[in-house]
Nanobody
């Protein structure tokens, strides 16, 4: 059983910043990839960023240079620092952990960017 608990969502004005956190617990293989996806109503869940336990990162083009993913392997926690937020970043953000061909999801946290 794997559980992911996200925190840090909220409302912010354009140009502002937010930091999301996600703590994973349960039977998690040591070699894994933790990441963030986002979804707006009526659309597909889209990849945002990922970071492997070995340190490899990947970002969607739309967030490169603005978002930074990091993790604490000892705590099985992943973070997403979001700067220079835009209205189009508004979505529900989901944390994920992948290992051994399995993917687990958190419950999601709402991020709203508006004036």
């Amino acid at each position: 059983q794997v559980q992911l608990v996200e925190s840090g969502g909220g409302s912010v004005q354009p140009g502002g910043s937010l930091r999301l956190s996600c703590s994973a617990s349960g039977n998690i293989f040591s070699r894994n990839v933790m990441g963030w996806y986002r979804q707006v109503p009526g659309k597909q869940r889209l990849f945002v960023a990922s970071l492997s336990s070995g340190g490899s990162t990947s970002y969607a083009d739309s967030v490169k240079g603005r978002f930074t993913i990091s993790r604490d392997n000892a705590k099985n926690t992943v973070y997403l620092q979001m700067n220079s937020l835009k209205s189009e970043d508004t979505a529900v953000y989901y944390c994920s952990v992948q290992f051994q061909a399995l993917i687990y999801w958190g419950q999601g946290t709402q991020v709203t960017v508006s004036t």
